[in-house]
């Protein structure tokens, strides 16, 4: 069913404390909630607005990618923000998002949801969720995007992401209304944003470590047509994945996908 306007309503209220308590708006189906909400942010949306869809048309991943987005099952959102951060600390955005997510399930369902750098939400070890951060650097009011898709009551995927992709209920058999998880997970980007303007990115980092199995752990990581084989050691203060590489040179990534070597 789509969303309520009276339960986006009641959910505003709850978080009318927090400065930038946007607006909550609502559609039925959409190409992209990213999409949209970069055009509210063109024609001038404040920081905090929310767009939430029930279902997505051209739902997306990073690097052209689709995000699988079908009705009634999963949480798909969007957050205009217009951070005050030094260009090269932009990509902490998606990490502090990722923590407030991981935060959001683990508070609702004492679930065991981890990360993986740089953007994904994983249960027993398969995709639950994904952060899709978009920065505007032209127009008339920069800002930046910040896109999450959650897997909630889905009870199969299509076949080429079958073996990829879980929810909720797959994995536990239960989920939380949407609409708990849309505001504990509003409440947490809010707290954490703040801590991350307030230059309190080791904070963030230390969060974000506390929520990964990622670390210290043998990987691959792809980026173009290269893969480096190493030890994912750390991230940095600009969010890059520090790799102890095989042939003992370490290296800082800004992108890639990552694999762990089990
Ligand atoms: C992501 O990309 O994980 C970012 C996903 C962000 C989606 C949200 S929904 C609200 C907002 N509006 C948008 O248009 N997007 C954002 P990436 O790391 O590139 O992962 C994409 C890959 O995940 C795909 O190539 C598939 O293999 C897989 N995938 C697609 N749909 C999935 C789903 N529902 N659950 C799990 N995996 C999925």
Known sequence: ???????????QNQLQTLPWAGEIIAYDQVDSTNDLAK????????????VIADSQTRGKGRLGRSWYSEPDTGLYFSLVLKPTLAQDHIPNLTLMAAVAVVEALNQINSQNA????????????????GILSEQVVDGPHPGVIIGIGLNVSQDRFPEDIAELATSLLIETGTHPARYELLSNIIRN???YYQILLE???GLILSH??????????????RRG?????????DLDDCGRLVVHLDSGEELAFDSGEVTLRQ
């Open 208 to 221: 974000w470590r506390q929520n990964t199995r990622m670390l210290g752990v043998p990987i691959l990581l």
């Open 225 to 233: 047509h290269q893969t480096h084989s190493g030890i994912a050691m």
């Open 189 to 191: 980007l809010h707290n």
């Open 114 to 129: 981890t990360l993986k750098w740089p953007n994904d939400i994983l249960l027993n070890g398969r995709k639950l969720g």
């Open 199 to 201: 230059d309190n990115v």
């Open 39 to 50: 055009n509210l942010l063109f024609q001038g949306a404040p920081e905090g607005t929310v």
């Open 1 to 11: 069913m789509p969303y309520l306007q009276e339960e986006l309503d009641a959910i």
